[in-house]
Each structure stands twice: as C-alpha cells, then as structure tokens.
C-alpha cells in the first residue's frame, strides 16, 4: 500500500489542523493504521493508531482528549483531527500501516510509511 499524507502547516498555540493521509490501494480495510511524528533531533514517536475498523483506537498520554484519529474505508483515508495544539506538538507527522489486527504503538511494528507532513505550532 502507498500512502500519501497532507494537511499539515502553521497553526498558533490553541488552534487545530486536520492531517489526512490517502492511501493506494484495494485492502486499505483490512490494516490497522497509525500516527508518528518526529521532531529534530527526536526519535520517531507514537501518536495514535486505529483498527482496521475504526472500533479501536490509542493513543499517546501527550495527545489524549486533543487528537482524534479516524478513518474511510470507503475513501481509503485515515485522518488526524489535532485540536488545542501546543508548541511542543510541532514535527514532521507521518501515517503507517501495518499488517494484523493489534493497534501497536511502536515504528518497527509498522509495514509501510507515508512521506511525512510538517506540523509547526508557534507559541
């Protein structure tokens, strides 16, 4: 599967971005998919991830009851609703998919990446 991330870009300390991420494909249902985010200098972190039916979801304690991911099946898009956003959540955010059915919050767990898109937060 190839996906496509977008929807990043500037947003003031309390305001909100959505992140989008299409992916390719005809089994874009049967993975379960995830939010990363990487800031310089930082390893890869776990944001939240999402069953292949969306009834499963997790999320990181840093941006729990702020983030809210969801997906489409049928649009083959996974989205990343970031409300009250804070500085400290600018980096690069990346979606993942991966094989299986377990919600996992780790990269290597992940089969496939999308390029990545630049969230900035200014305080």
């Known amino acids: 599967v190839q996906l496509q991330a977008s929807g990043g870009g500037l947003s003031q300390a309390g305001g909100s971005l959505r992140l989008s991420c299409a992916a390719s494909g005809r089994t874009f249902s049967t993975y379960v998919m995830g939010w990363f985010r990487q800031a310089p200098g930082k390893e890869r972190e776990f944001v939240a991830g999402i069953s292949w039916s969306g009834g499963i979801t997790y999320y990181s304690d840093s941006v729990k009851g702020r983030f809210t991911i969801s997906r489409d099946n049928a649009k083959n898009t996974v989205y990343l609703q970031m409300n009250s956003l804070k500085p400290e959540d600018t980096a690069v955010y990346y979606c993942?998919?991966?094989?299986?059915?377990?919600?996992?919050?780790?990269?290597?767990?992940?089969?496939?990446w999308g390029q990545g898109t630049q969230v900035t937060v200014s305080s």
């Open positions: 993942a998919a991966k094989y299986g059915t377990v919600v996992a919050g780790t990269a290597p767990q992940y089969n496939f």
